[in-house]
């Protein structure tokens, strides 16, 4: 039996853990942290007496390799989709609306669209140019707003509508984004029907999940080290490679898979290139900002507020995580992407101007009495989208004959998401079985 050693618990080392144990591997899977989950984790809060997540996950019906690998683990139960896209969105003092019809294509937005009434009509008519321009490849060094404006979008539309999907998919501005990414990513989430558009949100805390992930990947064999930092990894031959641990003792493998985020790579190999290339990809923060309060404010289970200093979603957690409703007050999971605007401001300045936003959407809120809030920053939350990144990601992830990278950040074609690292660990696992670089996930022809 070949014996692989996966280094790094989150999804992406996951996922590459167990296709490689379902095919012949003998898998040791390795994680500095004592839980699993990476970038993707869980708290006790004891002021708010809840489980909070380090950011609200919100799935796509088109993020198909997480649903499959998680149905092959037992685990489906763990993700709710709702039947069809319905979000609310505020902005100037009116709400508008983002659902699907189950018309075929980009056509499953074209009512909410045609109604939508935070954009003129003028702009809702030019909608349309861009929406055709979006079926084709942009280049990769322009900005999506650059590639906007060149497709008939005002820049109130951008701000209105444009801004906070992309913010919401890429964790970057249109002006900051990727044309290639963007315009991509509207084509897997947007484009295709309205069952890929479809949110799908999380039925228990991302800390639970994983540890479910991790009793599954054990039930099947993996052999999971939790705490244990790997220091360095040495391709001895191209069938061998030598681990080292922080402690001092040494694992010896056929192979190795380093699913650890880019900045982190160089610190692991000899060779300074190309890790230094990957690094040069840089991290996007979110800021995620928790509101308990006195009395049920009666908000939507998820909504958008595209007024104020960029665009924020809501999440009622209770209603999210199955609760009953105003257990012990409302707890709103106020999500903040592209956040770096916001760093550096003092957390209760933040909490307040986000709470300040909430009650201008939800009267309730107005009312109700804020009894706690809790700011938790992720700084490097995902990679930078920003143009240029596509040439950085690698597709093929093989650093050398025995080892291969895998991460949120290769290139998979996906943005940085659970989505992006589950397919990376399985294009990195095929890789070790000797499959040439391409889609070695569920949609794969
Ligand atoms: C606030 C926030 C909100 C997000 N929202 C969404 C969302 O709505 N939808 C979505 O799909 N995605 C979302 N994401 C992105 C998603 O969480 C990531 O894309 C995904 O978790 C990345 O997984 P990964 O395995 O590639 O990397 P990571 O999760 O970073 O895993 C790498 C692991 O390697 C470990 N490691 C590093 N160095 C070593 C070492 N030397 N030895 C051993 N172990 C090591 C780390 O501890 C870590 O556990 C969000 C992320 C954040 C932070």
């Given at each position: 039996?070949?014996r692989?050693?996966?280094?790094?618990?989150?999804?992406a080392?996951?996922?590459?853990?167990?296709t490689?144990?379902?095919?012949?591997?003998?898998v040791?899977?390795l994680?500095?942290?004592?839980?699993?989950?990476?970038?993707?984790?869980?708290?006790?809060?004891?002021?708010?007496?809840?489980?909070?997540?380090?950011?609200?996950?919100?799935?796509?019906?088109?993020?198909?390799?997480?649903?499959?690998?998680?149905?092959?683990?037992?685990?489906?139960?763990?993700?709710?989709?709702?039947?069809?896209?319905?979000?609310?969105?505020?902005?100037d003092?009116?709400?508008g609306?983002?659902y699907?019809?189950?018309?075929?294509?980009?056509?499953?937005?074209?009512?909410?669209?045609?109604?939508?009434?935070?954009?003129?009509?003028?702009?809702?008519?030019?909608?349309?140019?861009?929406?055709?321009?979006?079926?084709?490849?942009?280049?990769?060094?322009m900005?999506?707003?650059?590639?906007?404006l060149?497709?008939?979008?005002?820049?109130?539309?951008?701000?209105?509508?444009?801004?906070?999907?992309?913010?919401?998919?890429?964790?970057?501005r249109?002006?900051?984004?990727?044309?290639?990414?963007?315009?991509?990513?509207?084509?897997?989430?947007?484009?295709?029907?309205?069952?890929?558009?479809?949110?799908?949100?999380f039925?228990?805390?991302?800390?639970?999940?994983?540890?479910?992930?991790?009793?599954?990947?054990?039930?099947?064999?993996?052999?999971?080290?939790?705490?244990?930092?790997?220091k360095?990894?040495?391709?001895?031959?191209?069938?061998?490679v030598?681990?080292?641990?922080?402690?001092?003792?040494?694992?010896?493998a056929d192979?190795?898979?380093?699913?650890?985020?880019?900045?982190?790579?160089g610190?692991?190999?000899?060779?300074?290139?190309?890790?230094?290339?990957?690094?040069?990809?840089?991290?996007?923060?979110?800021?995620?900002?928790?509101?308990?309060?006195?009395?049920?404010?009666?908000a939507?289970?998820?909504?958008?507020?595209?007024?104020?200093?960029?665009?924020?979603f809501?999440?009622?957690?209770?209603?999210?995580?199955?609760?009953?409703?105003?257990?012990?007050?409302?707890?709103?999971?106020v999500?903040?992407?592209?956040?770096?605007?916001?760093?550096?401001?003092?957390?209760?300045?933040?909490?307040?101007?986000v709470?300040?936003?909430?009650?201008?959407?939800?009267?309730?809120?107005q009312a109700?009495?804020?009894?706690?809030?809790?700011?938790?920053?992720?700084?490097?939350?995902?990679?930078w989208?920003r143009?240029?990144?596509?040439?950085?990601r690698?597709?093929?992830?093989?650093w050398?004959?025995?080892?291969?990278?895998?991460?949120?950040?290769?290139?998979?074609?996906?943005?940085?998401?659970?989505?992006?690292?589950?397919?990376?660990?399985?294009?990195?696992?095929?890789?070790?079985?000797?499959?040439?670089?391409?889609?070695?996930?569920?949609?794969a022809?």
């Open positions: 039996m070949r692989a050693v996966v280094v790094g618990g989150g999804w080392g996951l996922s590459a853990a167990w490689l144990a379902h095919t012949g591997w003998a040791v899977l994680e500095r942290r004592p839980v699993l989950g990476g970038r993707a984790f869980s708290f006790w809060d004891p002021r708010a007496e809840r489980v909070l997540d380090n950011g609200q996950h919100v799935l796509l019906g088109a993020c198909t390799a997480v649903r499959s690998w998680l149905r092959s683990l037992g685990l489906d139960a763990a993700i709710r989709f709702e039947p069809r896209l319905d979000l609310p969105v505020f902005a003092g009116f709400w609306r983002l699907s019809r189950p018309w075929p294509g980009g056509l499953h937005l074209l009512a909410a669209l045609a109604g939508y009434r935070l954009l003129t009509p003028r702009e809702r008519l030019a909608l349309g140019r861009a929406a055709r321009g979006l079926a084709r490849p942009a280049p990769d060094a900005s999506f707003r650059t590639w906007l060149d497709h008939g979008q005002s820049p109130h539309a951008i701000d209105r509508f444009w801004d906070l999907v992309v913010t919401a998919v890429l964790n970057c249109a002006d900051e984004a990727s044309a290639a990414l963007a315009t991509q990513a509207f084509r897997l989430g947007l484009l295709r029907g309205a069952e890929p558009a479809r949110l799908g949100f039925r228990w805390p991302l800390g639970q999940v994983a540890h479910r992930i991790g009793k599954a990947l054990e039930g099947a064999g993996i052999r999971i080290r939790l705490g244990t930092a790997v360095a990894v040495r391709a001895v031959t191209p069938a061998s030598q681990v080292l641990l922080d402690d001092g003792t040494e694992l010896h192979a190795a898979v380093l699913a650890v985020p880019p900045d982190r790579i610190a692991l190999v000899e060779t300074a290139e190309p890790a230094k290339h990957w690094q040069s990809l840089g991290w996007s923060p979110i800021v995620n900002v928790y509101l308990l309060y006195d009395r049920p404010v009666d939507p289970p998820v909504f958008a507020l595209a007024d104020g200093e960029g665009s924020a809501v999440f009622d957690r209770d209603h999210l995580l199955g609760a009953p409703p105003g257990r012990d007050g409302s707890l709103l999971a999500s903040l992407s592209a956040a770096r605007s916001w760093l550096g401001r003092p957390a209760a300045q933040l909490a307040v101007s709470a300040e936003g909430v009650a201008r959407a939800i009267p309730a809120a109700a009495r804020l009894v706690y809030w809790r700011v938790v920053w992720q700084r490097r939350a995902t990679f989208a143009p240029g990144c596509e040439t950085i690698p597709v093929d992830p093989r050398h004959p025995s080892v291969v990278v895998a991460g949120d950040w290769t290139g998979t074609g996906w943005p940085a998401s659970l989505e992006s690292a589950v397919r990376s660990g399985q294009a990195a696992a095929a890789c070790l079985n000797g499959l040439p670089p391409g889609d070695h996930g569920p949609n022809a």
